[in-house]
């Protein structure tokens, strides 16, 4: 699990991330991204119904994806807010692909140091 400071966790900070953010995707993995006035990036994650039916399936891909995500937390830059959304028809996530999808989408997005 994500540390509590790296976590975007308040509905209005997700509305304002989806309403005014940068948005990047690649293979079945999309994020968007705002900068923000945080001391840390924050990170959020949006796993609805649309990406599967069953709730194991939608919390497996949950906890693979902060699993990730903690790793890449002190290479990310400063002050952003991050929304990480996978694709629906994606249901069986890989680890190390996933892995590889995200630094390759974070360095588009020009969010690491």
């Known amino acids: 699990m994500l540390s509590k400071k790296n976590r975007l966790t308040k509905r209005e900070d997700f509305s304002?991330?989806?309403s005014k953010g940068l948005y990047v995707e690649q293979d079945g993995l999309a994020i968007k991204y705002l900068r923000s006035n945080q001391?840390?990036?924050r990170i959020g994650f949006s796993i609805g119904k649309n990406f599967s039916k069953k709730a194991v399936r939608r919390n497996r891909?949950?906890?693979i994806l902060q699993a990730i995500c903690r790793?890449?937390?002190q290479a990310l830059k400063t002050g952003f807010d991050i929304v990480i959304m996978p694709k629906p028809g994606e249901e069986n996530i890989e680890f190390k692909k996933v892995k590889d999808v995200l630094k390759e989408i974070f360095t588009k997005?020009?969010?690491f140091i």
């Open 39 to 41: 001391p840390v990036s």
């Open 61 to 63: 891909t949950r906890r």
């Open 109 to 111: 997005a020009n969010l």
């Open 71 to 73: 790793d890449y937390t």
């Open 16 to 18: 304002t991330v989806y």
